[in-house]
Structure formats: structure tokens, C-alpha cells
């Protein structure tokens, strides 16, 4: 075959993979013939090859796409958490969680401890594993949420907006007890946790004890009623009170201190 007719064919080929939306055959399928024949591979297995370069690069997009969507405030995974650090986290239970089950089952997270004990870090880890599960995730922090609901009642667009948040297969509330909340924004708290009690999953980091909650909710009440909605079937995680970054801090000041001796 001429130069001429097989460079036509490359270029009707790319064409067609254009056209209907397969980038990654378009791209690769000169070299998977190439590896087709060195391999001695049949004609059914070079398909094989070029349906699976395409699934793959589609899955890897997917993903991104969902992290991007997610609004994480940084990309941290399970995998990078210093357990050492933490010892009161189990790798073997954040590696369960990790599976995303509990999103099946719409079982919520809790993460309890002070700052700098890992907490965030944990959601985000938890967060990224569901999203490479193709699972449609969004981070938030309290306050974040408190006010875009506020806003969008003033608006008359709460609806619209809590039907938005209803979509996604886990919703990861961060920092929980940081700030206290006005009555109004404690009611669009337990609404947002209640409508998917059962239905979909809830992660959630705090820095208070259960007992101390009602210093961010002070109707009681209300208060009594979020707790019981978190709490059911949860997997309750505490990260401990001593902050990791603060020991890294006075690591890294002490290291500091010793270097000019050293010299």
C-alpha cells in the first residue's frame, strides 16, 4: 500500500473518530496497530485494545471532571495521610470507608477533634475516593452553606437551590461548630441533613463534643433533632486534640534552632 493511500486513511479515520466524539481511538489507533501486529494480536483483540484506550481515557475525564465539581480546597488523598501522626484513625476502617459503601447504604462520616488533627484532610481523602468512584460530591463548609441558603431564600430561589444540593451522592460539610449559627441558619442545616437522612450520604468534621453543640445551636430542640439525624448509623471518627500542624510547627522551629550548632 502507497504512502499516499495509507496517509489518506489516517487522516479519514481521525475524521470519523472526530466526528463521533472517540478522541482517545483517534489518537491512538496507529500505535495500538502497530502493537497489534508486533504482538500478533487478532483483529477482535486490536478492537479490545481500541474500545479500551477510549473507556479508560473517558473514566480518567469523568473523575476529573467530578473532583473539579466537588470545590475541594485542596486535592488530598487517603493515601497521603500521615496515620502516625493520627493514631487514634484506623487505616483499615478509612480503607472500608474509602470503598464507599457507606454511600449505598447512606450512612454518614463524622469527624470529631480539635484543629489540626486531620479532620479535613480525612473528608477531602474520602471526597476524592468517591469521586474515582464516578460519585457526584460537593465540599462545603458550614458557614459557606448557611449563607448560600440564606441568600437564596432572600432571593426566592431556596427551592431551586435546595434541589441543587439534593443531586449529589455525598455532601462534605466542613468545620461544623467553628462559627455558631443564627436559628435560621441551624434550620437550613437540619433541613439539608433530614431530606437525605436514609438517602444519600453526609461526611461532616466538628471540633465540639455532642454535649457542646448547643453552643453553636441554642435551640435545644433543634439541636436534639440534627444530632439524632447525624448520629444514626454513623461511623463516628475522633482525630484527638493535639494538632498535628502545630507539631509540625515545633518540629520544624527546633530543626531551626539546631542547624547553626550543627554547622
Not at 479490545?48 to 465539581?69: F, Q, V, W, Y
Not at 477533634?113 to 468517591?130: E, P
Not at 442545616?189 to 445551636?217: D, G, H, K, M, P
Amino acid at each position: 500500500m502507497s504512502p499516499q493511500i495509507i496517509q489518506l486513511q489516517d487522516a479519514t479515520i481521525r475524521q470519523h473518530c472526530k466526528g463521533l466524539r472517540l478522541p482517545s481511538i483517534g489518537a491512538q489507533f496507529s500505535t495500538l496497530a502497530e502493537q497489534a501486529v508486533r504482538e500478533k494480536k487478532t483483529h477482535l483483540g486490536y478492537l479490545e485494545a481500541l474500545l479500551s484506550a477510549e473507556m479508560e481515557e473517558r473514566e480518567r475525564n469523568t473523575i476529573g471532571r467530578r473532583i473539579k465539581e466537588a470545590h475541594l480546597p485542596r486535592v488530598k488523598t487517603l493515601e497521603e495521610f500521615d496515620y502516625n501522626q493520627t493514631p487514634m484513625i484506623s487505616p483499615a476502617k478509612m480503607q472500608e470507608l474509602g470503598a464507599g459503601g457507606y454511600i449505598e447504604r447512606a450512612e454518614p462520616v463524622l469527624l470529631i477533634g480539635d484543629c489540626g488533627t486531620g479532620k479535613t484532610h480525612l473528608l477531602t481523602g474520602l471526597c476524592v475516593a468517591a469521586c474515582r468512584q464516578q460519585r457526584r460530591v460537593r465540599f462545603t463548609t458550614a458557614a459557606a452553606l448557611m449563607n448560600e441558603l440564606v441568600e437564596a431564600k432572600h432571593q426566592l430561589q431556596l427551592r431551586r437551590v435546595m434541589a441543587r444540593w439534593s443531586r449529589y451522592d455525598v455532601i462534605a460539610i466542613d468545620e461544623v461548630g467553628y462559627v455558631p449559627l443564627a436559628e435560621v441558619g441551624a434550620e437550613f442545616l437540619f433541613q439539608v441533613i433530614a431530606e437525605r437522612a436514609e438517602r444519600t450520604a453526609v461526611i461532616l468534621t466538628t471540633n465540639l463534643a455532642f454535649s457542646e453543640w448547643t453552643q453553636v445551636i441554642p435551640n435545644a430542640r433543634l439541636c436534639k433533632a440534627l444530632l439524632d439525624r447525624i448520629t444514626d448509623r454513623a461511623h463516628i471518627l475522633e482525630t484527638g486534640k493535639e494538632s498535628y500542624r502545630f507539631r509540625r510547627t515545633l518540629d520544624k522551629r527546633k530543626k531551626g534552632e539546631k542547624a547553626p550548632e550543627e554547622s
